[in-house]
């Protein structure tokens, strides 16, 4: 017989000599004895971690996308109303943030040098002028100089 | 009614067969249907587990892990596919982790090869041949059965439990695509190249 080379079957010779390896084992006698122990095992386990009874019941197919969904939606939605909810939590730390401290208040009104620094510091010119706030002063011009 | 829900529920109505149906009893409560499950399937169960992992003891551990996966998973079920390609998926998962996992120690308890006093086939010793004869027959035997099995021990994972589904299991096309998640087409392919495979290595006891 030809054999079509594009079936998957296996022809017959070969089906004949793959029928030679035969298995028949038998189960144990305490087979299902031994499962039933395990399964009361398993279970009393399971009955303890609450959070495993948890996560078979949204392992149940026809609702875990359901149930996905609904988490999803819930957390969502807790997140917004933190956030825009002025009387919440959030709204207090951030009108917190935003309010000046009296430390703050009083650091920007230091001085007018205060201002001149930080415009100098803006500009890129504090680095510049480094070296002439640090160094020694020269000596003024004799014309400048105090006459006593 | 949903047209998901709908779909569901023809398409379960399409492949229930008895099996499904103990399941979906199973699931609704009736306990004594997984002990009913339990003795339609261990027997075929465990040929198809021993083949795969040649270890006896390892092979009634890997059913028990099969059954136990059944029982406290029972809720996963759905009846879009026959209970066969659910619990021989399961089977398959568990008996190419073992295999992975266990591949330098393999040992192969020959349950398939009689020892002493049973080595000769019955059929043999029906024909009256004479002690010799039989012994030599019984060693050719052997020899077959050992290069067969070795062969198709040697297959590739997904080639191999496509094969022993196939040819020892008798599960069709479409069984075993459920059970390897596969296509129709990727397990014929598959199929064909292990059968391919297998005529390549017995080539000379054909």
């Given at each position: ?35 039933h ?24 197919q ?6 996905a969904l ?30 000046p ?10 001085d ?37 | ?18 099996d ?11 306990a ?9 399937y ?10 795969m ?25 759905q ?30 308890e ?6 002493g006093?049973?080595?000769?086939p ?12 039989v ?10 059965r ?7 021990t ?20 479409e ?32």
């Amino acid at each position: 017989m030809k054999r079509d080379p594009h079936s998957p079957l296996p022809d017959p010779e070969l089906r004949q000599l793959l029928g030679v390896w035969h298995v028949e084992p038998e189960p144990a006698a305490d087979f299902t004895q031994r499962l039933h122990q395990r399964i009361a095992v398993e279970e009393a386990r399971r009955a303890a971690r609450p959070w495993l009874r948890l996560t078979a019941w949204a392992g149940w197919q026809p609702y875990r996308a359901a149930a996905a969904l609904a988490t999803l939606v819930l957390v969502i939605a807790a997140g917004a109303l933190l956030y825009w909810n002025p009387g919440g939590s959030a709204s207090a730390t951030v009108a917190g943030v935003a309010a000046p401290t009296v430390q703050t208040a009083q650091v920007a009104q230091i001085d007018p040098l205060m201002r001149d620094l930080q415009a100098m510091d803006r500009d890129g010119e504090l680095l510049e002028h480094l070296d002439f706030l640090s160094a020694p002063a020269a000596p003024a011009p004799a014309h400048l100089q105090d006459q006593d | 009614m949903g047209a998901g829900l709908t779909a569901i529920l023809d398409a379960s109505v399409r492949v229930l067969d008895a099996d499904a149906e103990l399941m979906l009893r199973f699931q609704a409560g009736e306990a004594s249907c997984f002990d009913e499950l339990v003795g339609r399937y261990r027997k075929p169960l465990l040929g198809f587990v021993y083949r795969m992992v040649g270890d006896r003891d390892a092979s009634e551990e890997i059913l028990q892990e099969v059954f136990l996966r059944v029982y406290l998973h029972r809720a996963r079920y759905q009846p879009t596919a026959r209970f066969s390609t659910w619990v021989y998926r399961i089977a398959s998962h568990l008996a190419l982790n073992h295999r992975r996992d266990h591949r330098r120690e393999e040992r192969m308890e020959r349950l398939d090869e009689p020892v002493g006093e049973e080595a000769a086939p019955r059929e043999l010793a029906d024909q009256r041949l004479n002690a010799e004869q039989v012994l030599l027959r019984a060693s050719e035997e052997a020899v077959r059965r050992g290069r067969v099995r070795e062969a198709v021990t040697g297959l590739p994972g997904r080639q191999r439990v496509a094969v022993i589904l196939h040819k020892y299991q008798g599960l069709d096309y479409e069984e075993i695509a459920g059970a390897l998640e596969l296509s129709a087409s990727a397990t014929k392919s598959l199929l064909f190249r292990a059968y391919e495979r297998l005529r390549r290595e017995l080539k000379d006891l054909l």
